[in-house]
DNA sequence: TGTGATGTCGCAACAGGAGG
DNA sequence: CCTCCTGTTGCGACATCACA
């Protein structure tokens, strides 16, 4: 397997998104629009992989695009041939050479501009080195949800190892202060923060269901401090009523397999009981819901692996 | 078994930074 | 300038462990 993925892609998954790739890239139906043909693939590779940060499905995407392009290209003599490879596909269609070089065009301008965006970053060295050593991130609070969800509150020490190692305990104590405080006021008039980002909110929306504005909103990235919603209210109050307590009434004592038993598929049952709050819902509640095979997605990661080991 | 040391946690107070 | 967000620090409470 390709050591870029270890430990964030299993060797399955990395098959099933290629196959994905190419089914795609065999039905012929974004020739014309392939910025749209990418971010259909990243909204299905992120809704069959509801427990991966977007940017680590694009990330993925991109990757692999590199990998079919390179091995299409084993078969092409020189290097100026580079956009009318085959990518590895099957192509018996024409079109499809033009239909890919498209494709590569754009994956190539996609690339082009994480690099520039890379550069940008390197372009303020002070500015990310305060925000990265001093604020948590995004991807830092998902972690930090997650290992919430499976330990219960209380247990930083073991969050932080498992989960949010880049942070000591006193500090995730500290973001877990802020963090309950801010849930305990949801009406409370408060500007965007990222204890806004729920941990479902890392899940895909259906499309026929979610707002475009929703959409971006998150897209754009959760740390954005002047974004603000199209309703004329901070984003956070958006999101508030998105903003779901993990394990609102797991005592700073809930042992590992109670965190186990709660993370194996008994959230509806305790959300009947009243204990727990199930992923939210939207609209006619085809979203968000746990399905079996997220909860197998949920299962195999890697930090229940080590949840089950503890 | 009782006691002291140690580790961890929750909570409150404070300071710095940024937006309104 | 005020308000809010965020991280740090200090303190008390509690649990665990080692030792006499």
Redo the contacts with the bound molecule.
């Keep these: 397997m390709d050591p870029r993925f270890n430990g964030e892609w299993r060797a399955s998954e990395i098959q099933t998104v290629k196959s994905l790739i190419a089914r795609h890239n065999t039905n012929n139906n974004h020739a014309n629009n392939m910025n749209k043909k990418h971010t259909d693939i990243v909204d299905e590779l992120q809704a069959m992989f509801p427990l991966k940060e977007k940017h680590q499905v694009t990330n993925l995407y991109v990757e692999l695009m590199v990998e079919i392009i390179q091995s299409g290209n084993q078969h092409v003599a020189t290097s100026s041939n580079l956009m009318n490879g085959n990518f590895g596909m099957p192509m018996e269609d024409p079109a499809m050479g033009n239909m890919e070089e498209v494709l590569c065009s754009s994956l190539m301008e996609e690339m082009g501009a994480m690099r520039k965006g890379e550069e940008a970053l390197q372009k303020q060295p002070t500015l990310r080195k305060q925000h990265a050593a ?3 991130t995004e991807e830092e609070h998902r972690q930090f949800l997650y290992g919430l969800r499976a330990y219960g ?6 969050i932080s190892r498992h989960y949010v190692p880049s942070k000591t ?3 995730i ?6 963090y ?1 405080q ?1 849930l305990q006021n949801p009406t409370k ?3 965007y ?3 806004d980002v729920g941990l479902y909110e890392a899940e895909p929306r259906v499309q026929n269901n979610a707002s475009g504005q929703e959409r971006l909103t998150f897209a754009r990235g959760a740390y954005n ?2 974004h603000y919603g199209s309703g004329g209210q901070p984003t ?1 109050m958006n999101n508030l009523p998105k903003v779901r307590l993990p394990l609102p009434h797991i005592t ?2 809930a042992s590992s397999s109670q965190a186990a038993t709660l993370a194996t598929g008994h959230q509806q049952q305790m959300e009947a009981n009243g204990s727990f709050v199930a992923p939210s819902v939207e609209g006619d509640g085809s979203h968000m819901a746990w399905t079996s095979d997220q909860q197998g997605e949920f299962l195999d990661n890697q930090w229940f692996m080590d949840l089950r080991m503890d």
């Design positions: 001093r604020f948590w509150r209380g247990n930083w020490k073991i305990p006193v500090q104590s500290s973001h877990a202060q802020k309950f801010r008039k408060q500007r923060s990222i204890n401090p002047n956070a700073s004592q």
